[in-house]
């Protein structure tokens, strides 16, 4: 297993420091408070990560670690074509692989944002929904103050 990047010092204390270099690890807000060992993970994870100084740590850390290896986007895309080109001459030496092919198509699908789900709503008429919300709302309030005097 590789070890993750070495976060260097900064205006992070020792548990912001293990959170970034465990967050460039695992990718996972809640897991890296965790392993740096914060009380509350669920909590403190995505609080952690919206501060400016460990997001911007956490962002030096990936593009060092896309240096390293000498990956970007480009090089990622390009080997997902080449794949796809390796794999679909059934003709070939290599044979026919259907499955890493469709697999590639998918990634690069997902990374073109081509299969987002996306609802189409249609409203005829004359619709103030801002009204129709702050009738509802005012109709909750008075509800909640009816309740309250019959409960008291």
Same mark, same amino acid.
């Given at each position: 297993?590789?070890?993750?990047?070495?976060?260097?010092?900064?205006?992070?204390?020792?548990?912001?420091?293990? &959170?970034?270099?465990?967050?460039?690890?695992?990718? =996972?807000? +809640?897991? @890296? #408070?965790?392993? #740096?060992? &914060?009380?509350?993970?669920?909590?403190?994870? +995505?609080?952690?990560?919206? =501060?400016?100084?460990?997001?911007?740590?956490? $962002?030096?850390? *990936? @593009?060092?670690?896309?240096?390293?290896?000498?990956?970007?986007?480009?090089?990622?895309?390009?080997?997902?074509?080449?794949?796809? %080109? &390796? =794999?679909?001459?059934? +003709?070939?030496?290599?044979?026919?692989?259907?499955?890493?092919?469709?697999? @590639?198509?998918?990634?690069?699908?997902?990374?073109? @944002? *081509?299969? $987002?789900?996306? #609802?189409?709503? +249609? *409203? $005829?008429? %004359?619709?103030?929904?801002?009204?129709?919300? $702050? #009738?509802?709302? !005012?109709?909750?309030?008075?509800?909640?103050?009816?309740? !309250?005097?019959?409960?008291?």
């Amino acid at each position: 297993m590789s070890r993750p990047p070495r976060v260097p010092r900064s205006d992070l204390n020792e548990r912001q420091q293990a &959170y970034v270099q465990h967050f460039l690890t695992c990718k =996972n807000r +809640t897991e @890296a #408070a965790r392993r #740096a060992g &914060y009380a509350k993970p669920e909590a403190c994870g +995505t609080r952690l990560y919206q =501060n400016p100084k460990i997001f911007a740590a956490i $962002t030096a850390g *990936m @593009a060092r670690v896309a240096d390293e290896v000498q990956v970007d986007q480009r090089y990622v895309l390009q080997k997902l074509i080449e794949q796809i %080109d &390796y =794999n679909s001459d059934p +003709t070939g030496d290599h044979g026919y692989r259907p499955s890493v092919v469709l697999k @590639a198509l998918e990634l690069l699908g997902r990374h073109l @944002a *081509m299969f $987002t789900d996306r #609802a189409e709503v +249609t *409203m $005829t008429g %004359d619709v103030d929904i801002v009204s129709r919300l $702050t #009738a509802a709302r !005012d109709a909750m309030a008075r509800y909640k103050r009816e309740h !309250d005097k019959e409960i008291h």
